[in-house]
């Protein structure tokens, strides 16, 4: 089974500029959520999608966004780059069956901004 | 704000050592906390994973103790491995929720 899929894996930007990264989730997962990691704040969770809809935020501003498509590949856009957006992206899917299920996390996107 | 708080930072330990992570948390709600590894250039891996109902969960060489009226859950590797040499992350959340609030990590590294 293959695993969760990001793309692309390396990025170079300069302050700003946009950015989409994608995320393609494990067949059969339903649920697509989004992680930021860096050295000074940690992991911080962005936003999770289900179905299409976000059911799930986290304390970013506006510049961070989302989508899920009817296929549950997932695309975060983040406009006008800041130098503090530098950072791993992780992409992490779930089945979701009601209970709680393995998150499975992909290999990450980094982002440079320059 | 940091809802889960994580230490120490950093350990080393020699080959069939004992590794122990500490984590305490804020949110009294939180009802799901796992435990990731995460090696160089991969995403982290959920390793073991304890609900507030259990004392402790075990697994292998890994266990997970957890004090509800303390709010503090740990995790030890026993007979620790140079192939354990990770960074660890413990994590909370609500259950059936997504949204995991993570521990800063610690970097465990495994002398041999």
């Known amino acids: 089974k293959a695993g969760v899929t990001q793309t692309p894996r390396y990025l170079i930007k300069t302050r700003g500029q946009q950015v989409t990264l994608s995320c393609s989730p494990i067949?059969?997962?339903?649920?697509v959520s989004w992680y930021q990691q860096t050295p000074g704040q940690g992991l911080q969770f962005l936003f999770e999608?289900?179905?299409?809809?976000?059911?799930n935020k986290g304390n970013f501003p506006g510049r961070f966004s989302g989508r899920q498509f009817s296929n549950s590949r997932s695309e975060m856009n983040v406009s006008t780059l800041e130098l503090g957006d530098s950072a791993l992206y992780l992409c992490?899917?779930?089945?979701?069956?009601?209970?709680?299920?393995?998150?499975?996390f992909g290999p990450g996107t980094r982002l440079t901004v320059l | 704000q940091q809802q889960v708080k994580q230490s120490p930072q950093s350990l080393i330990v020699q080959k069939g050592g004992i590794s122990i992570i500490n984590c305490a948390y804020e949110?009294?709600?939180?009802?799901?906390f796992p435990w990731y590894q995460q090696f160089p250039g991969k995403g982290p891996a959920l390793l073991i994973a304890?609900?507030?109902?259990?004392s402790e969960k075990k697994e292998g060489r890994f266990t997970i103790s957890f004090n509800k009226s303390a709010k503090q859950f740990s995790l030890h590797i026993m007979d620790s491995q140079p192939g354990d040499s990770a960074t660890y992350f413990c994590?909370?959340?609500?259950?059936?929720?997504?949204?995991?609030?993570f521990g800063a990590g610690t970097t465990v590294t495994v002398r041999a």
């Open positions: 992490a899917s779930s089945f979701t069956s009601g209970s709680q299920d393995e998150q499975f």
């Open positions: 994590a909370a959340t609500l259950l059936g929720d997504y949204k995991l609030s």
């Open positions: 304890i609900r507030p109902d259990v």
């Open positions: 949110n009294t709600a939180f009802d799901y």
């Open positions: 067949s059969g997962h339903r649920s």
């Open positions: 999608y289900f179905s299409e809809t976000q059911r």
